[in-house]
């Protein structure tokens, strides 16, 4: 299929919140044909009234498509992964957009769809939900993870980044299932536990009403995300349970050398530790990055073309070019130096 | 001398980095009778340099002043203020800007100049430091810490309060030491610590530079203040250090029930204390306050006046006006509804 071009893909999204939405709309604003169907029929129709395709029953929405994106909660994937698999042929590629990795990949392993489901996350989001705040340029530059399967099918893999580099302008992390729900627990999740008890801390303190008063504006940071609502927060928690309280230990020990020295009066420990977490802040703006260009064969064995992606989201990169010719597929991505 | 308006006070600033350069900038734009002083004659040059009226020496500074700002480290504060009294009459009267208050408080308890030393803390500030980086419009809106005397000598507060609203435009809030110290803990010290530790564990993980690549909004902004100079945060949690170490065990304890929650797989008990953080959270930007006057006499004990104003400022209140006639001061004020 990739022969025709992404922009000859026929795709359907299923689960149309604000992360499917955003990829409905800018599929559609991209001109190729696209469907959407959300369980919840005041979204269908809300969709239809912007103008777009929404069928209504998931099965119709998917039929005849190359490329499903399974949107709507974590919860849903499984018995929407099924449905959609028995609708579509099996040269369809499906791939989702929830926030954790592990689970999801072996239940299509288990359910023998590994070979047709790659799973993503888009790491964009707003504070805002559902389909009226979708926006279709929400994953411009953002990073958007895929998972290449580890059975060698890598055509999906690459069909998917190929059209999201190329239609959504994002950066391609790939990683493997529990290498991503390693990383997320610590820059996505973490923050929220940390923030959630900051503000806890204030609300449970005999001086919360003079804190808010004096709040400053570490304050206000530490405690931006502690504004999501909260059951989409523990939700996200429980999802990615066992990666969270494995990596809470890195900051409790780090935590712990911070307390030490102050209790200390070691105002030299201090500063060491608070110049370890600076240089870790700094690298976040300042990471300078060199292009890589790297060519593997189209068909036959991707353990190296699989090896040189794994290497290469570990190591904090990301793919900005895929492409495929009668015999090749030619990366271009960048790395840290 | 608040007869003749604020706008007729001689005044010094002692210390002339980004708090004390800004006061000086701001003063001047006011057009008030101002003088600066700094330890380092390449600021003193670039001030003059800017227009400013620099002394050479902190006595020339400072003498025939009615008030006078001390800016400068923490740790220069007791030298300064000794030095500054004995170069200034009596009815000078001293504040500082440094960001605790407990230790500077003490020192002039104990040197038997409380009576003319009225302990501040303006709660703002930016990434950068140094004269170069002072603005005059700093203060704008901002919280002011002011601690009135406990002995009843209360004019000295009632003169700077007066002129920080009318000059600065900022909010006063009055506060003993000890509470003040405490509430900054949390609004302000702990959230270094918890950026520190989130920077600091992402650090040290063995998946550190794809942390780095895949770093969430929740990511950044909670290791926002991570990026400030380390010296300097050191220095600022080992001046509060009693304080910081005791809050830290109500950040601990949300911690422990968040973290009780998660093991558990207990959604409900997560979203519960979740919840709590957010409308904490939401405190912050949508609490309504109501606005009081209140007047005491000017002359005679000041002890219902100091019990309005330090039950104003805990219960997250400020001062929006302070006006003296002959014989009545009238506060006005906002505080929670």
Redesign the interface.
Known sequence: MLDTGVYGLKVAVAGTGLIGGSILLRLREAGLDVRGWDPDPGTRDHGRQQGLAFADTLTEAVRDRDVVFLGGPLSSLPDTLIKVAKSTGDDCVITDVGSTKSTVAAFALGNGLAHRFVPGHP?A?TERAGLAAAIPALFDGA?W?LCPAPDGLISQFRTLATLIIEVFRARI?P?TPP?HD???A???H????????????????P?????????????????????????R???M??NN?EF??N??E??D???A???AA??D?D?EA???????????????SS?PMQPVTRQFPRFGPASAELDFLLRL??????LDGCSTDDSTVTYTALR?A
């Open positions: 790491m989001g990073a993870v992390v990683m290498v390693s990383v997320v610590l820059s996505s973490i923050p929220h536990v940390l923030a959630g008890s900051l503000a806890g801390a204030a609300a449970r303190s001086v919360s009403d003079a804190i808010i008063g004096l709040a400053a504006g570490s304050f206000r940071d530490g405690t931006r995300v502690a504004g999501t609502p909260s059951r927060t523990a939700d928690l429980i349970r969270v309280l990596q809470m890195l900051v020990r780090f935590l050398d911070l307390r102050l209790r009066d105002v201090l500063t060491g530790h608070l110049g370890e977490s600076r240089s870790l802040r700094e690298s976040l990471r989201g570990e190591s904090g990169g990301h840290p």
